[in-house]
């Protein structure tokens, strides 16, 4: 079966503290693996899409990094605004318009 | 350009009733996917529609129903509702060939269902 778990539940860090959160997956066949950010009372916002081990990509702060069994988001010296949860989701080979998400990660960044 | 639009934002309904939300996807977008997103269970699939066709569907009961119209606009039906059916409903469209490995899927607001 299909598992994606991300860990740890909840980050708290301080201002320019830089930190990793970690996806691991088990899937039969991966077609690609998302990063997305959410806000209380909003849907998911994109940032990321991974496709094969060794990819790396980044967007401001955000460095997102794929291997063949896990995914990590690498937040590096975050600011207050930041604070998010995080959801990593897989979709599988001839899965059309599925993501899986894992639980996610709730960020808080204080000042 | 406009994002994903969904109506209502929210909606009270009564155990027993059913309930029609809507979802309008980015112009050109004809895929057209929709999750449940709750506390325990985080978000689920429940189907995807391209070209007004179910391409996929998750494990959901047959309470559970969508449709795509011509224009990809869709919408999703729940009949004869329970009190766990509270939920945020969230639609999702990817790019006009249906294929969101380049471009992610873009999320909708969701509408927040509140079955008593």
């Known amino acids: 079966e299909d598992q994606v778990t991300q860990s740890p539940e909840a980050l708290r860090l301080q201002e320019g503290e830089s930190s990793s959160l970690n996806c691991s997956y088990t899937v039969s066949g991966l077609r690609g ?9 909003k849907g998911p916002e994109f940032l990321f899409t991974l496709y094969s081990a060794g990819e790396e990509k980044e967007k401001e702060r955000l460095k997102a990094t794929l ?15 930041d604070s998010a949860t995080y959801l990593c989701a897989v979709q599988v080979t001839d899965s059309w318009g599925k993501l899986q998400f894992g639980a996610g990660t709730q960020v808080v960044v204080t000042p | 350009k406009a994002g994903v639009t969904q109506t209502p934002r929210y909606l009270i309904k009564t155990r027993g009733q059913q309930v029609t939300l ?12 929709w999750y449940q997103q709750t506390p325990g269970q985080g978000l689920q699939f429940l189907f995807e529609y391209f070209s007004e066709t179910q391409r996929n569907k998750g494990n959901f009961p047959g309470r559970f129903s969508g449709r795509q119209f011509s224009n990809s ?15 945020l409903y969230l639609c999702a469209s ?23």
């Open chain 1, 33 to 41: 693996l998302f990063w997305y950010r959410q806000d209380p009372g």
């Open chain 1, 67 to 81: 291997t063949k069994k896990e995914s990590f988001l690498h937040i590096t010296a975050p600011k207050p605004e």
């Open chain 2, 22 to 33: 809507s979802c309008s996807p980015i112009s050109g977008h004809r895929s057209v996917s």
């Open chain 2, 73 to 87: 606009r869709s919408e999703m039906n729940v009949s004869t509702l329970e009190l766990g059916d509270s939920a």
């Open chain 2, 94 to 116: 990817s790019s006009p060939d249906g294929h969101a490995l380049n471009y992610g899927y873009t999320f909708g607001s969701g509408t927040r269902l509140t079955v008593v």
